[in-house]
């Protein structure tokens, strides 16, 4: 089992900026980390995913330049950074564990653990 807890969400005005923690514990080792996010009335979307070792990550094209992801030494713990936030990224976002080893993927389909969400806001 792997458990996820996300944090850093809030309310931030255009332009600004946050950073979201993802933090798992349990069976983790070589699973990959997905970011997703879901505005109220829409599909979860793909945002962002880091390898085990950090060494493959992709992004939508949504948010490429703009945010960052990048994990820890420790492994357990993944950061997104976010950037040039626009009033179009207000969702609430998730990060969600893959299966060992796997492929870094954007389909909420190959991600077996998900994190409880956190809201972020942008006003414009």
């Known amino acids: 089992q792997v458990q996820l807890v996300e944090s850093g969400g809030g309310l931030v005005q255009a332009g600004g900026s946050l950073r979201l923690s993802c933090t798992a514990s349990?069976?983790?080792?070589?699973?990959?980390t997905g970011w997703f996010r879901q505005a109220p009335g829409k599909e979860r979307e793909f945002v962002a995913a880091?390898?085990?070792?950090?060494?493959?990550?992709r992004y939508d094209d949504s948010v490429k330049g703009r945010f960052t992801t990048s994990r820890a030494s420790s492994k357990n713990t993944v950061f997104l950074q976010m950037n040039s936030l626009k009033p179009e990224d207000t969702a609430v976002y998730y990060c969600?564990?893959?299966?060992?080893?796997?492929?870094?993927?954007?389909?909420?389909?190959?991600?077996?653990?998900w994190g409880q969400g956190t809201q972020v806001t942008v006003s414009s």
């Open positions: 969600a564990a893959g299966r060992p080893f796997m492929a870094v993927g954007s389909l909420p389909s190959l991600y077996d653990y």
């Open positions: 880091i390898a085990w070792n950090g060494g493959n990550i």
């Open positions: 349990g069976r983790t080792l070589g699973s990959p």
